[in-house]
């Protein structure tokens, strides 16, 4: 929950399914402190909202009986934007969240008026997202419903981990904090046993998982999208030069955003520059456009690459 309305909205709900909870329980269920709840309970007076408060060891806050919030009312774009959110969950997580997705669309559709029901059926079969996994989804599912599960539970698990540099698994103990998607990738981020720090882990790179019954208790000044800001920060950015060459400068047009800096040359070739976290990667990079480029700076990057290409070169030698 990321604001103020939000937990608003949430409080509210909390109290109309089950009356008379203790501000602590409110407090700890919205994330928040117990000085902030009552500070939400004077906004939702001033809002018109009747919450009253019952003392003693059964008492607690309560909405007035026969207080509902109102029917949800949808604009014609805020209705297809949570018909396309529902697609977006279905197709980063697959089974994990297939039936909540199915079952919140059907309701949806069931409550929106005729002209809402059009628009929404019109955006589900002309807007769409797809191939946002760049692995299967498939095989991961089992390693994210366990990873999911640990974490709502807090508890640790033992996995299987195959990393970049080491050519067989290795064991590690972790404290699941988060799930991420980015660039194509699913990614655990935890306490590692092993390193005894937080690191990040790409899970279609995790063999097996299993749930511990060792508990964990995650830091409180532990935050989620915090850390991934100051991890993408702190990830080593060095800069590459390619010159793509003439007949091959359509390429730079058609994926202008992927590079840093574009400029074209008098002869019609195009330098363009771009950052890498490691020679490989960079490498790897450059290689996949073949003859149209020509590494230009860094020196080591263009040692690696032409290492890479003998190499290749002897494996097709008669």
């Not at 969950?89 to 039936?99: N, S």
């Not at 702190?234 to 060459?245: G, I, K, N, S, Y």
């Not at 195009?270 to 490989?280: A, C, I, Q």
Request: glycine share 6%.
């Amino acid at each position: 929950m990321t604001n103020t309305a939000t937990r608003l909205i949430t409080l509210i709900f909390l109290l109309q399914n089950q009356p008379n909870q203790k501000a602590s329980e409110l407090a700890e269920k919205l994330g928040v402190s117990l000085r902030t709840i009552h500070r939400y309970f004077e906004m939702l007076d001033e809002m018109g909202i009747p919450v009253y408060s019952e003392r003693g060891p059964y008492g607690g806050f309560s909405l007035v009986r026969g207080y509902k919030m109102p029917p949800l009312v949808f604009t014609l774009e805020e209705a297809v934007t949570v018909v396309l959110g529902t697609g977006l969950v279905q197709e980063l997580w697959g089974d994990l969240y297939r039936e909540a997705a199915h079952g919140a669309l059907a309701k949806l559709e069931n409550l929106l008026p005729e002209e809402q029901v059009r628009e929404v059926a019109w955006a589900r079969g002309s807007l769409m997202a797809t191939g946002m996994n760049r692995a299967d989804l498939k095989t991961q599912t089992p390693i994210l419903e366990k990873l999911r599960r640990a974490i709502r539970e807090h508890r640790s698990v033992s996995m299987k981990y195959q990393g970049n540099q080491v050519p067989h698994p290795a064991e590690r103990g972790l404290d699941p904090y988060g799930l991420v998607h980015r660039w194509g990738w699913w990614y655990v981020i935890g306490f590692c046993h092993v390193r005894k720090e937080i690191r990040t882990f790409r899970v279609d790179r995790i063999s097996e998982v299993a749930l511990l019954d060792i508990p964990f208790t995650k830091s409180p000044d532990f935050d989620l999208q915090e850390y991934i800001k100051n991890e993408m920060q702190a990830q080593p950015q060095v800069t590459a030069r390619l010159r793509f060459d003439p007949a091959s400068a359509n390429i730079v047009a058609g994926n202008h955003s992927y590079w840093g800096t574009v400029e074209p040359q008098a002869d019609g070739s195009v330098d363009v520059t771009f950052p890498y976290p490691t020679l490989e990667w960079a490498a790897s990079t450059a290689l996949a456009y073949g003859p149209a480029v020509e590494v230009l700076e860094p020196q080591e990057l263009r040692i690696m690459v032409a290492e890479w290409l003998e190499a290749t070169a002897r494996k097709y030698t008669p």
